[in-house]
């Protein structure tokens, strides 16, 4: 196991800076999921941690070792791959025995490794098939034992459960996170699927840009996201914002927006007249009945069994609830809203920062 640190690492393909600077850290044993949109640099930053892209600038050090210019082979870190990358020609067993054979290593030790990685994978029964005899999933899970016998520092993973179907892939993420559990060893996982990275991570870095918009555990990026694009990014359904001005007055406080007015708990740094991106997310927000809280109008609904997901329209910005169980409504019906004013989440036109 190895704790890893980024030190304003940079990267250009040509001209084109993706990367703008990037520093941070991550503990011995700890799970990190790097999150973002497509083409926001989270797989490049990996790659270069892996030596399989050069550092335009900057410094990653392994276990407090600067590895910029070792090999890939020579820095003790396993990849497991999006699109499984296994030798077609070998079985389960010899695929995940490569990496020692290359090293030489003695028949005992490959024995040993490659048994103990097939028992906690539960691929015993698949050793002696082909790849192509296996599932998505089988084949996931071989990659990973190909990367568990190695036993190195650092596990990475690069949008490893892409490939699979919605089902498959909740049952993976699980088999993910209990396999870091058992072995404790420091793991960055790389999705654009914000579900995986709230459902695995000790820690999430959001991405955007070639920057880190926000570093924290699931729950603070959820509950107090530094910024409008982190709000919006982390969540699902996405959080319902739209724009509005702060108003205060006789000791009450609330947004102007849509020709309503919108309740705020507190407006902390916010200044009375301030253009600001009010934010509240579907599950904070309770339908009652006409007449009560704010008047919306039901365009869609759309029941999933243990929770009915309804979208609804005030003024000419749509709102996404989410309720518990079923409801009445139905499309063009109108409804109100009651806001839980502790839950509402403000943040500054201009810089899109939150404020606290």
């Not at 044993?29 to 999150?35: A, H, I, Q």
């Not at 083409?39 to 270069?48: D, N, P, Q």
């Amino acid at each position: 196991m190895a704790n890893v640190s980024f030190r304003n690492i940079a990267k250009n393909f040509g001209k084109v800076k993706v990367i703008h600077g990037i520093s941070f850290d991550i503990d011995d044993g700890e799970f990190v999921v790097l999150v973002g949109p497509s083409g926001c640099g989270k797989s490049t930053l990996l790659r270069m941690l892996a030596g399989l892209e050069e550092i335009s600038g900057g410094e990653i050090a392994v276990d407090g070792r600067v590895v910029n210019d070792l090999d890939s082979k020579d820095r003790d870190i396993a990849m497991v791959f999006q699109s499984y990358a296994l030798y077609p020609h070998m079985t389960v067993r010899d695929n995940m025995a490569f990496s020692l054979k290359l090293r030489k290593a003695d028949k005992a030790l490959t024995d040993k490794r490659v048994g103990d990685a097939a028992r906690i994978l539960n691929l015993d029964p698949l050793l002696e098939r082909f790849p192509r005899e296996l599932s998505g999933g089988q084949r996931q899970r071989v990659a990973m034992g190909r990367a568990i016998v190695r036993d190195p520092k650092v596990f990475l993973f690069d949008e490893p459960l892409s490939n699979l179907d919605a089902k498959l892939r909740v049952a993976m993420r699980a088999e993910i996170k209990a396999l870091h559990q058992r072995l404790k060893t420091t793991t960055v996982y790389v999705t654009h699927d914000q579900i995986e990275a709230m459902t695995m991570a000790d820690r999430i870095v959001v991405m955007h840009d070639g920057i880190i918009e926000q570093i924290g555990t699931p729950l603070e990026l959820f509950d107090h996201p530094g910024n409008l694009f982190v709000a919006q990014f982390i969540g699902s359904p996405a959080m319902n914002v739209f724009s509005g001005a702060l108003r205060q007055s006789d000791g009450r406080t609330w947004v102007e927006g849509q020709n309503q007015q919108w309740p705020v708990g507190s407006i902390g740094t916010g200044q009375n007249g301030q253009a600001v991106h009010y934010g509240i997310r579907p599950g904070d927000i309770e339908i009652v009945a006409p007449g009560q809280g704010i008047s919306a109008r039901v365009v869609v609904v759309e029941p999933t069994g243990a929770e009915t997901e309804l979208v609804l329209a005030v003024g000419d910005a749509t709102f996404t609830v989410v309720v518990h169980g079923r409801t009445a409504a139905k499309p063009d019906d109108i409804v109100g809203l009651q806001i839980d004013s502790t839950k509402v989440h403000l943040f500054d036109e201009g810089s899109g920062k939150r404020l606290d």
